[in-house]
């Protein structure tokens, strides 16, 4: 695995690669990599020749009050892990080389950004948008993965590929990969590793009682009532607060207040003992599912 850090040897990478009409995917990261971060890896080499990942900790996409010093890095343990893998080549560019002097430029995508994790870290998407549209033109992959666990992130990238006509990677070829979740459920993140060894214990309630609260969604029961019910129960699991509970759209994330009758997602990122725990699961059936029921309705006459 080669990897580079400076914008004009990944250029003269990835052409090397493009020879012979080769595809590439790009696993954008910000290190810290885990096994769901190897999920995207291998997900994105059984759907290209080649697979990029980077991994760049971007400034922009943390708050004021959050600590971007004390964000993990861990590039020789990463890179070791890339390449075992099978990952052709790292990008991993220094600060200066993404935001040279006088970076006077973001992306704001407006609607599906705003709320949940928008409302409560202002600024962040727009810092997200910017560095993966970046990302998008320095390696112009044909394909990006994703992890779904930022299932947010993964809503706001897909809308800014169609708006501004991102053809490599187009909204389409925005790939998200299913959470990877611990032995006890637990959605893996590099956060999980602050978390005390009691607070890990009770943590692991969250997926439970978010499982819970889909099953009553999925029978039809009252969203606010079913919200309201998950929100208690994660305080009295143990968690500190919750910053949001909601059901929303799968694919607007508008919020929903009656049962879905499309695909819908139930969000939800609470606190326990300083750390910031995000999860969401799908909520109803799947699009193929419901497309499958819709023409078996069909040829039934019903
Ligand atoms: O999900 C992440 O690790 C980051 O938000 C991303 C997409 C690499 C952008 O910095």
Redesign the pocket.
Known sequence: METVTRLENLRIAVEKLREGGATIALV???GALHEGHLSLVRAARERADHVIA?I?V?PT?FGANEDLAAYPRQLAEDSGMLEGEGVALLWAPPVEEVYPEGFATSITVSGVSEDFCGAARPGHFD??AT??CKLFNQVAPDIAL??EK?YQ?LAV?RRMARDLDLLRPHADDIIGIATMREDDGLAMSSRNRYLGPENRRRAAGLPIAMRAAVSDLESGADVDAVLNALRAALLDIGFDSVDYAALADAGSLEKLTSPPTAPARLLVAARIGGTRLIDNLEVGRSEEAQNELSAARCRLGA
């Open positions: 954008p990261t910000m980077s760049f971007n996409q810092g997200v560095v993966v994703f992890g930022d992130q990238i």
